[in-house]
């Protein structure tokens, strides 16, 4: 869906800094944007909050709570905050850019993990996650979601959203349950009680899943899961899966024990743990003659030194599963028949040593061709769709490849000015540093809205269609310029770009009516009508009202008219001889309050300007502008008198 067109942040620059691309996510509490900073000029992720949250002080405080919890720490395996602010109705995070997948897509894509592989992404979560319990802050919402794999091979713990700083006596309000159940300690279940703790349980269980490519409890509903949490103890992985080693089923056991006191006290302690057990782990054997991976961690000098994310497998590298190893028996064991005479011997040495050449040149024959059409030679066209396509041509370009940005095509479902294909296909395997060409999207194909004014209905159907677009809804309104049955306007406007095979609403002339100006005064009606074109006739009669009004008038308000017709107007002379207003009883004079004279002015002003005056305000169209043509009375009338104006 083109969110230029649905999302009315996409477009628009928050505070007059960020100008915000593109959407790229849309998650329970906020919105997530490519957006760049034109102060500094970089690409940065931009967090809304949802208006319907944004209007409750409680998530707001909780919102600007992330940002000030977050920019305080400073860790290679956190995504940074640069920023917080309003915007008007917006609420916003400025953030570090990551581009990248989530663990949650490679675990899609892959499945479960060898163990090296899965210790190696979860050691970098822990060295984040330890940084952020040493500054008294918790994530509580650890999950494979919240964990960026970036292009460049480094982790990223995000989404700190739910973290608060850890009071004195390390509790949260009681009866909060803040996290994900299929993730969440026993302890955030019955109690809304977290800690440090309860994010080592999270990551136990998130490496659980790594391992074995599952969840360690399933359920029909999310409570039937948050009871197993609370009841049962999660099960060794290598009871799921055969080739876990039991130094890794311990540490899993440890960080997922039901009881907080048992677990490591905070992510840097099971840190340590799992670094030690990466360290025992053998190394991932070569399939199919290729180089096994060289071990990405080394052991920390100290458990408070951070683990260094360039020591990590790069995004998208696969570890190939374990195979059989060919066994390697003592020398003694080949001894099957006894030794002969010196010739022989140098000759099946001999022969020994042929074999073992041929067989290591093979060996490297094997490695060189996998090599060469596996890793060295060729790799994949990564896929970039659906990224803007400023920032995925830089990843490309990162990449090694030369890019080339094609022909924007329309689509209907991808937004503009993201990739919607390349050259060679995504998966497509080519030489490294080959030519790819990323296709961008014009968004949904829009065309201009015809003229179509003065037109009779058919013919301005018959324009509309022919343009790529549809009639909407009809409907009628006077016109002193526009022949009745004829198009007065469109909306959207003439000249406006809209969606092809959208809908235009069409006005048609009712033709022209005459204006009601009874009740106004002499003067002001005869100029108005005078000005409109109308020949203005006037009669004098004795009434009630007072001198000047206009008590009736031919023809009446409203009926159907022509340019140029002749009306006349009768106008009152006032009351006979002896009669008065009956506020001109000696006493009454201090009640009378001078009409503002808001003839000219906008009607919301009028009308303001009227009732601070301590007068009631009557309104009445005569020719729909927003402007007052006619007022009545003028002059000093009593406090509360209703005031008639007309525009």
């Known amino acids: ?41 970089r690409t940065v992720a931009v967090k809304v909050m949802h208006h319907t949250l944004a209007e409750d002080p409680q998530f707001v405080r909780r919102f600007i709570g992330e940002a000030r919890s977050v920019a305080s720490l400073s860790h290679p395996n956190i995504v940074q905050v640069f920023d917080q602010g309003t915007d008007g109705k917006h609420v916003y995070l400025s953030m570090e850019y990551v581009p990248g997948r989530t663990l949650r897509d490679v675990l899609r894509s892959r499945g479960r993990l060898p163990a090296r592989e899965a210790l190696e ?3 970098p979560v822990l060295a984040a996650l330890g940084a952020a319990h040493q500054a008294g802050l918790i994530h509580r919402d650890v999950k494979p979601e919240n964990v960026l794999l970036t292009d460049d091979g480094r982790v990223k713990v995000v989404d700190f959203g739910l973290a608060r700083a850890v009071e004195a006596t390390n509790q949260t309000k009681t009866g909060m349950m803040i996290g994900t159940i299929g993730y969440m300690s026993p302890e955030q279940v019955t109690s809304g009680v977290a800690d440090s703790r309860s994010d080592v349980y999270s990551v136990g269980i998130m490496l659980f899943e790594l ?43 440890a960080a997922t024990d039901r009881d907080p006191a048992k677990r490591p006290s905070d992510a840097t302690a099971m840190l340590v743990a799992a670094v030690e057990v990466h360290r025992t782990l053998p190394k991932t054997p070569a399939k199919n003659g290729q180089h ?4 990405p961690v080394t052991p920390l000098a100290s458990p408070a030194e951070p683990y260094s994310t360039g020591q990590m497998l790069a995004v998208g590298a696969h570890t190939p599963k374990p195979v059989n190893r060919t066994m390697v028996q003592p020398r003694g064991d080949l001894l099957t028949t006894p030794q002969e005479g010196h010739s022989r011997s140098v000759i099946k040495r001999r022969s020994t040593w042929f074999v073992a050449g041929l067989a290591l040149l093979m060996v490297a024959g094997v490695a060189l061709t996998g090599w060469w059409f596996s890793g060295g030679r060729y790799t994949k066209v990564p896929d970039l769709l659906n990224q803007n396509i400023t920032v995925a041509k830089q990843t490309a370009e990162q990449q090694g490849f030369v890019v080339k940005i094609g022909q924007a095509r329309f689509d209907e479902h991808v937004g503009k000015d993201m990739v919607l294909d390349s050259d060679p296909e995504v998966g497509t395997e080519v030489a ?3 030519l790819i060409t990323l296709i961008p ?11 179509v004014q003065g037109m009779s209905e058919a013919d ?41 095979n959208s809908s235009v609403n069409l006005v048609i002339s009712a033709g022209l009516l005459m204006p009601d100006v009874t009740q106004m005064m002499r003067d002001q ?25 206009v008590i009736a008038q031919d023809p009446a308000g409203g009926s159907e008219t022509v340019a140029g017709a002749n009306v006349r107007l009768t106008v009152s002379r006032g009351p006979d001889q002896g009669w008065h207003w009956p506020w001109e009883n000696e006493g009454d004079q201090a009640a009378l309050v001078q009409v503002p004279d808001v003839r000219f002015k906008s009607v919301e002003d009028a009308q303001n300007e009227l009732k601070a005056a301590g007068f009631k305000v009557k309104t009445r169209n005569l020719v729909g502008t927003q402007r007052v043509v006619g007022e009545q009375p003028l002059g000093q009338q009593p406090a509360g008198t209703q005031i008639m104006i007309w525009h």
């Open 292 to 295: 096994a991976a060289p071990g």
């Open 121 to 123: 992404i979860v050691i």
């Open 525 to 549: 009606a005869e100029q108005f009508l005078r000005e409109k074109g109308f020949n203005v006739q006037i009669d004098e009669t004795t009434d009630d009202t007072p001198p000047g009004t």
């Open 460 to 500: 301005a159907r018959e324009a509309i269609g022919k343009a790529g677009l549809s009639v909407g809804r009809v409907s009628k309104a006077a016109s002193d310029t526009v022949a009745r049955g004829l198009i007065v306007k469109t909306s959207p406007d003439v000249g406006r770009r809209v969606r092809k």
């Open 211 to 253: 391992l074995t490519g599952r969840q360690p409890y399933e359920g029909d509903t999310p409570m039937s899961v948050a009871y197993r949490h609370v009841h049962d103890s999660v099960p060794a992985p290598s009871t799921v899966v055969g080739d876990i080693s039991p130094s890794l089923d311990a540490l899993l056991a």
């Open 1 to 41: 869906m083109d969110t230029t067109l649905t999302d009315p942040i996409v477009g628009h620059v928050l505070d007059g800094r960020y100008r915000v691309e593109s959407r790229i996510a849309r998650g329970g509490m906020a919105s997530v944007y490519l957006a760049l900073d034109v102060r500094l000029d």
């Open 432 to 434: 490294k540093g080959a």
């Open 441 to 451: 999207s014009a968004g949904p194909e829009t065309v201009t809205v015809p003229k």
